[in-house]
Each structure stands twice: as C-alpha cells, then as structure tokens.
C-alpha cells in the first residue's frame, strides 16, 4: 500500500484535548467519544453522496468537485466521477483515487492525483457529515446511504445536465405509435455540450445505426434545462430550432444511458440512448476531466403531462 505521513501525535493531542464532547448515530452504529470516532463513522454508509447543491465556500478540494460519490473502505478510498455506470463499476463504489486515514475528527486523504489532502470531520445529522478544508475555507456536505438503498432519481435529476454531456450522441431507439407528426419525427441523433456562449446542442437525420465518426449534423443551437416548480422528478427542455422556435419536452431519466422526451404539443414520446460514453477518471487535466457545480436552472410553473 501507498505510505504516506500522517498528523504529529502533538497535534492530535491538541485536538484531542480541544475537541468536544460527540455523540453520533449512523443507521445501527452508535459512536460516543471525544472526540468524533471518524474512521468509524466514515465506513458506516457504502456510500456518500457529495451534495454539491449545499457546498458553501469560494474554494475548491478537487477531488470532491469531480465525484458524484466517494466510498471509505479499509483505508482505501473510492469515487463516481460518471454517472453512467454508477452503481455497476466497482460494485457500485466506482475506482479507487487514492487511500485515507482518519483520526479525531481529521481526515487526511493521499489522492492518485491531487496529492495529500487535510479535513475537518463534522457530523451534521445522522446521515451527514460535512468536510470542511481550513485552507480554502470551503465545507463540502455528504449524504450517506447504503448501496442497497442508494437514491439514484435524485443523482440523475440533480446532475442531469451532466448526464446529456457524458455521452458523444444520442440515439433516437424508440417513438410511440400514438401522437401527432411533427418536425422533431425526423431528427435521429442529439448531441449536447458546453459552448462558449452557453449549453448548445447538435441534430441529425442521418439513418439509425449510423457510425458516430459518419454523423452529419444538421443544426446546432442552444438549449436550456428548467425546473418544475413542486415537482423534484420533473425536468424540461427546450432546443431552439431558429426555423420553428423553442420545442418542448418534458424530460425524464429512464436509467443511466436512457432518457425519454415526451412532446406535449404533439403527445408523442421518443426514447434516446447514451452512445459514446465519456469516462471521467482520476486526473484533472485534458478534455477528459470535468467538474461539478451547482446547478442554476430557471423555474417553470407547469404542470406534468405525460400521463
């Protein structure tokens, strides 16, 4: 294993002695000490959930700004950096990073990339802890959840417009007998990514089953991804077509490599699948790194209309 060096007994002494008093339960693991048994309490879940939503704070710890998840087992430390996959790679705790130790209430995380990395451990609630870097003065808050029990609608629906980004197409495999034609009827291929002047996306009609490196694509504009005011599961989005104005959809997550567009003005639902899948892994360097921020999707006042 990766030696690396920890924090001087005089410090942990200090801490020791300056620490108060810490009482803590996680699920059936109940933890009282001075200070916070954080090692314990840090392998308590399979997972941890980095809620980039609550992160508070200017600064940044890498590693955590990448992950969708992070896993402490046996000094071994483990991170989701794709949606796509989660939950099968790594028997769900995705590839390991780097290794950790932790002690009174510090963790100290020695990542493949990133180097050494000191925290401040903080229970929140029974099920949150939050990861405080002095240096940046930056906390980051982690939900926990076992691999059984893990809440992948709110992964795919907090994330969602990094999941469209994680694949290079995707390809229409399905459109519903019922429903009126309409001009989207043609278009076999989505492409969305980041421009330079904001989320833009690319349309192609070319045949299914066309190679990916052979794709011509027809348009390009911009679209945008909104909440729905009072409903968590529901996300819309419209792709601006100069030539007939804004279409749109209401969208839903199927699994990890499929979403469904239902067209209200048509009553017509298509299904598309990820082909491409971009893997996002240790290194912050390159095109092939990205990182989380949070999400600042405007608000829709409608109502659900796929039945």
Not at 131 to 145: A, F, I, K, Q, V
Request: a negative charge; glycine letters at 6%.
């Amino acid at each position: 294993m990766k030696k690396f060096t920890f924090l001087s007994s005089a410090i942990l002494m200090m801490l020791f002695l300056s620490s108060c008093y810490t009482e803590v339960i996680l699920e059936d693991v109940f933890i009282e000490d001075t200070p916070l048994q954080t090692r314990q309490v840090l392998e308590a879940y399979d997972l941890w959930y980095v809620d980039i939503q609550s992160t508070q704070g200017y600064g940044e710890v890498p590693f955590l700004q990448r992950a969708f998840t992070i896993s402490f087992v046996n000094g071994l430390f483990y991170a989701n950096n794709n949606i796509s996959g989660i939950g099968k790679t790594g028997n769900g705790l995705g590839i390991r990073v780097g290794y950790y130790d932790a002690v009174a209430g510090v963790l100290e995380i020695d990542h493949d990339v990133d180097g050494i990395w000191t925290l401040e451990v903080i229970g929140v609630n029974s099920r949150t802890l939050e990861l405080y870097d002095r240096r940046s003065n930056t906390s980051y808050y982690l939900d926990g959840y076992q691999r059984s029990n893990f809440d992948y609608d709110r992964l795919f629906y907090e994330n969602i417009e990094l999941l469209l980004q994680e694949y290079d197409v995707w390809e229409k495999t399905y459109v519903s007998d019922t429903g009126f034609a309409n001009e989207f009827d043609e278009e076999n291929f989505l492409q969305f990514f980041e421009g330079n002047s904001g989320t833009r996306f690319r349309s192609s009609v070319d045949a299914l089953g066309t190679p990916l490196s052979n794709i011509v694509w027809d348009y390009e504009g911009f679209y945008e991804i909104y909440n729905v005011e009072n409903d968590e599961t529901l996300k819309t989005l419209t792709l601006d077509y100069a030539f007939m104005g804004n279409d749109y959809f209401e969208l839903y997550v199927i699994d990890d490599r499929t979403i469904e567009l239902y067209h209200p003005d048509s009553q017509t639902v298509y299904e598309f699948q990820g082909r491409g899948y971009i893997q996002y892994l240790k290194s912050d360097s390159a095109a092939k790194s990205r990182k989380r921020v949070k999400s600042n999707h405007p608000t829709m006042k409608v109502k659900r209309q796929r039945k």
